[in-house]
Each structure stands twice: as structure tokens, then as C-alpha cells.
């Protein structure tokens, strides 16, 4: 059988409180060159003319719109209304396959196809306007 070694014979060569290379773990948890981030390359910074950091952090309108307010309105109406009309094209067979309910999603698919319509017709009819004002003009580049 084995014999028991008594426990100042067993903690022989083990450090107390040290590391394997007998130093503290504290003091090297203390140390902040051990820390510091090195993964990756810096993190670029930009300067854009004509701006300060305070215009760039102040939480204003970063980016000017020079983008013409009726153009900015009729695009989000039209994305509001294909989404419309593609969510009911989508739900309207589902209400008709899986329920069986026809009245429902009969209306759901009609709902889909008139907003369809609308969002096509009025796109068309922007562009027809823009056109006319010669706003949508390609530009000549030789």
C-alpha cells in the first residue's frame, strides 16, 4: 500500500501565492502593457472639409440633404406602398391555402394588386414629370 507523505512534503516546490516563474499574478494583473489591445490595425479617422469634431459629434444632421423634397417624399410613399402591396400578395394565398378562408384573402390579393397599381402608376407619373423639367436629364460625359 502507499504511505501518506505529510503535507510539507507534498507543497516542496510549489511557490506560495507566485506564478511558475515566482512572480505574483496581482502585480501582473496591475500591468497594463499586458492588456493592451494589439488584434487588428488602428482604427482609420477621417477628415471632411469644411466640417469641425463638433458639427461631426453633436448628434446633428451629419449629412446635409441636398436631396429635393418632393423626390424624398414620393420615395418613401412608393416604399410604403409596395410594401403594403407585397405583404398582401404574400398573406392573401396563405389566408386562401391554408385556411381555406376565399373572402379574405380574395380581399387581401385585391388590396395587393390595387396597391400595386397605384405605386406603379404613380412612379410612372413622377418620372414623367421629372423628365418633363428635364431634372432626370443623362448627363453628357466625353
Same mark, same amino acid.
Given at each position: 500500500m502507499g504511505t501518506l507523505?505529510? @503535507? +510539507?512534503? !507534498? !507543497?516542496?516546490?510549489?511557490? $506560495?501565492?507566485?506564478?511558475?516563474d515566482g512572480t505574483d499574478d496581482d502585480r501582473l494583473l496591475g500591468n497594463p502593457e499586458r492588456f493592451e489591445p494589439s488584434l487588428g490595425p488602428e482604427i482609420p479617422s477621417v477628415d471632411i472639409p469644411g466640417r469641425s469634431e463638433d458639427d461631426t459629434e453633436s448628434g446633428h444632421e451629419m449629412f446635409p440633404s441636398d436631396v429635393d423634397p418632393e423626390? +424624398? #417624399?414620393? =420615395?418613401?410613399? !412608393?416604399?410604403?406602398v409596395f410594401d403594403v402591396a407585397l405583404l398582401a400578395l404574400a398573406v392573401g394565398p396563405m389566408f386562401i391555402y391554408f385556411r381555406g378562408d376565399w373572402q379574405t384573402g380574395g380581399r387581401l390579393l385585391l388590396l395587393g394588386g390595387v396597391a400595386f397599381a397605384y405605386g406603379v402608376y404613380r412612379y410612372r407619373r =413622377?418620372?414623367? &414629370? #421629372? @423628365? &418633363? $423639367? &428635364?431634372a432626370d436629364a443623362p448627363l453628357d460625359v466625353e
Open positions: 507523505l505529510p @503535507a +510539507s512534503e !507534498l !507543497l516542496d516546490g510549489v511557490p $506560495d501565492e507566485d506564478g511558475p423626390v +424624398s #417624399r414620393t =420615395f418613401w410613399r !412608393l416604399v410604403v =413622377f418620372r414623367r &414629370g #421629372r @423628365a &418633363g $423639367d &428635364g
